[in-house]
């Protein structure tokens, strides 16, 4: 089964608008990634933030660890078209190196 | 680096025949991934390689998926027989498995494969 589950499924926003997307998960970690999928390629790492912090910012991106909840926060400021792309949230297992398991992300749509 | 390189980049074949998809993960990567992905189930752990070591085939889906990796620069998925169910996009990944960036995966651009 899924180990982090992505929330809204999907978002549509308008270009200079800010993009919340939220994931949830079920064990204890060790760290939370976010990835970026444009349509038809790989995906591309954009933070990870460990299990002992709370918040991450990177550009534009800021992420949240709320592991009380087991739950993280995307926030993208001031969005661009070219944000278009699905987002996923990326968990470990809290036992030394492991896998990550991915959600089923949230489809980003930033309309010009 | 080039990064992680996936060929061939389209595969359209007709059940029964056999696929053999390819990976050169980054140069000194310690960990190569094998991961399919589909609409239904999403982005699903195939198999990984620790030190071309397999250490978890347990996402293998049938036995006729298969896995090799002969040395640090290149590794193969082979189906055989393929079935129409396994039309997907599959895709390799590597991470340096130390320093900062340790767990950090690094993606190829994908193999989407159509099973006719």
């Known amino acids: 089964s899924q180990q982090g589950e992505e929330d809204p499924q999907a978002l549509s926003i308008q270009e200079g608008e800010n993009a919340t997307m939220n994931c949830s998960y079920k064990t204890s970690i060790n760290n939370l990634q976010w990835y970026r999928q444009n349509s038809g390629r790989g995906l591309v790492h954009l933070i990870l933030i460990r299990s002992n912090e709370r918040e991450k910012h990177s550009g534009r991106l800021r992420v949240t660890l709320d592991t009380s909840k087991k739950s993280s926060s995307l926030l993208i400021t001031a969005s661009r078209a070219a944000d278009t792309a699905s987002y996923f949230c990326?968990?470990?297992?809290?036992?030394?190196?492991?896998?990550?398991?991915f959600g089923k992300g949230t489809m980003l749509l930033v309309s010009p | 680096d080039a990064g992680v390189i996936q060929s061939p980049r389209h595969e359209v074949t007709e059940m029964g025949q056999e696929v053999t998809l390819r990976c050169k993960p980054i140069?000194?990567?310690?960990?190569l991934f094998w991961y399919r992905q589909t609409m239904m189930r999403g982005l699903e752990l195939l198999i990984y390689?620790?030190?071309?070591?397999?250490?978890?085939d347990s996402g293998m889906p049938e036995d006729r998926f298969s896995a090799k990796m002969p040395n640090a620069s290149f590794s193969t998925l082979k189906i055989q027989p393929s079935e129409p169910r396994d039309s997907a996009v599959y895709f390799c990944?590597?991470?340096?498995?130390?320093?900062?960036?340790?767990?950090?995966?690094?993606f190829g651009p994908g193999t989407r494969l159509l099973v006719l």
């Open positions: 140069s000194g990567h310690d960990y």
């Open positions: 990326a968990t470990d297992a809290n036992s030394g190196y492991s896998t990550l398991t």
């Open positions: 990944a590597s991470s340096p498995g130390q320093g900062p960036e340790a767990e950090t995966q690094y």
């Open positions: 390689f620790n030190n071309n070591v397999p250490i978890d």
